[in-house]
């Protein structure tokens, strides 16, 4: 037997309690909706549903560094001279960016953003069938230490 | 600022600093602004970061196919709309035509060799004789590519074949560069590496907890590793290794500010499902 979702979940102790305290006060919105999809993220995990925790979890995983990029901005522009949050980008630039100014603190791998793209039925097909149960397993795991390298970052220099 | 991090980080002077900055935010501009032109290569050539006139070559992927150079010149400063020093002298040209002059004439491409360096470059986009001609490395030499074959998956199959067919469209999962190897080829040691940035790199003892491969075999269970070639291994055990010549023995990628001298090491055994089930 491979571990369980929900043990994964279980252990993965900042997919249930997280601070995200490295999320800019203001607007609001964006804790809620972090807040929000971790629950769901918890929630398909104890139900074991591997595609969809694979899915929520890219998705939380672009949502973070979003928030965490957006918030980091001023320090981005401090170090390089200039810098603009855009919105609009993706996984793929989000996790890009991450890597250049923060790999102290985590490097994000590009085979992850291949695994949230397993939302679209023509990447899925073309990857092996346990595609969805190694993605859903990796991505909880990158997730949950993303997730606590942020928190211990916000609490040193907040 | 598009695919930012794909641009190479180094300690430079404040001058190289600011002139790298100002091509960085064109070259990202031109990441966004021209769909139809997907941008593959960026050079900066001849690097010389005082000079009031900068160079630099794009090279793109286009849906439109074109011949030869287009040119252009325009101040660096162009995002507050003043036309001042230091300025860029633009060139670009399709992936096709600059691959042919390679071939063909490569004394037309030598100035854009000259003491220059890559801003940004999209491996996928680029053949891999441009990438070598502009010593764009994105791996070590004798780096194997593959993908973890969970136990359900090898217990399913039948032979090798079947199992690259199932693995090879994807994008490799891990690399590995071998660091002994038995006379028979039956046992090996190696490094696992992990693609970060279109650039593959060592793996740490903390970057491998999170992968279902390292996981699944604390768990006990058994782990397999589909190689390109077609090479299918079982893991024996991890083992972490504190070893500073490795890096330069093997060649690795790494971060010259973040130097790493641990690493997990990966003990496998040859396996050839076919035979086994035939025993």
Avoid at chain 2, 56 to 79: I, P, Q, Y
Avoid at chain 2, 123 to 132: A, G, I, Q, S
Avoid at chain 2, 148 to 168: D, F, P, Q, T
Wanted: proline share 5%; charged share 25%.
């Amino acid at each position: 037997m491979i571990d369980t979702l929900k043990s994964i979940c279980e252990q993965c102790t900042h997919l249930h309690s997280a601070r995200l305290d490295f999320i800019s006060a203001q607007p609001h919105r964006q804790k809620d909706i972090i807040s929000r999809d971790l629950k769901e993220l918890a929630s398909a995990a104890s139900l074991e549903n591997e595609k969809s925790v694979a899915v929520r979890a890219g998705c939380l995983l672009e949502s973070v560094l979003y928030c965490f990029i957006q918030a980091e901005s001023a320090q981005i522009r401090r170090r390089r001279g200039s810098f603009d949050f855009n919105p609009d980008h993706s996984l793929n630039n989000y996790a890009s960016i991450f890597n250049r100014w923060y790999s102290n603190l985590l490097t994000i791998p590009d085979i992850i953003v291949e695994y949230r793209d397993i939302i679209h039925i023509n990447r899925e097909l073309n990857y092996p069938p346990d595609i969805c149960q190694i993605a859903s397993r990796e991505l909880l795991r990158l997730l949950n230490a993303l997730l606590e390298r942020l928190e211990q970052y916000a609490a040193l220099t907040l | 600022m598009a695919n930012l991090a794909q641009f190479n980080l180094r300690p430079v002077g404040r001058e190289e600093f600011q002139a790298r900055v100002l091509l960085e935010d064109l070259i990202s501009s031109h990441l966004v602004q021209r769909p139809s032109h997907h941008l593959a290569l960026a050079v900066w050539y001849p690097k010389n970061p005082s000079s009031p006139e900068q160079f630099l070559l794009e090279l793109v992927c286009s849906d439109t196919s074109f011949e030869g150079f287009v040119s252009d010149r325009l101040s660096l400063n162009w995002k507050t709309g003043s036309n001042t020093p230091p300025f860029v002298n633009l060139r670009v040209a399709s992936i096709e035509y600059f691959s042919k002059l390679l071939r063909e004439h490569p004394g037309e491409i030598a100035p854009y060799l000259n003491n220059c360096e890559v801003l940004y470059f999209d491996k996928k986009l680029l053949t891999p004789d441009v990438l070598k001609r502009f010593n764009v490395i994105t791996e070590p030499q004798e780096l194997a590519k593959g993908w973890y074959v969970s136990e359900s998956e090898y217990a399913k199959s039948r032979s090798i074949r079947e199992l690259l067919s199932l693995y090879s469209h994807m994008r490799p999962m891990f690399g590995l560069i071998k660091t002994e190897e038995s006379s028979n080829f039956e046992n090996c040691r190696g490094i696992l590496h992990v693609e970060v940035g279109q650039k593959w790199v060592p793996l740490t003892p903390e970057g491998i907890q999170t992968y279902t491969y390292y996981n699944d075999y604390q768990s006990g269970r058994p782990v397999y590793l589909l190689f390109e070639g077609g090479a299918l291994y079982e893991v024996l055990k991890f083992e972490v290794k504190t070893a500073p010549d490795y890096a330069s023995r093997f060649g690795f990628l790494e971060d010259t500010l973040k130097p790493n001298d641990r690493y997990p090491e990966v003990y496998l055994r040859a396996v050839h499902p076919s035979s086994q089930r035939t025993a």
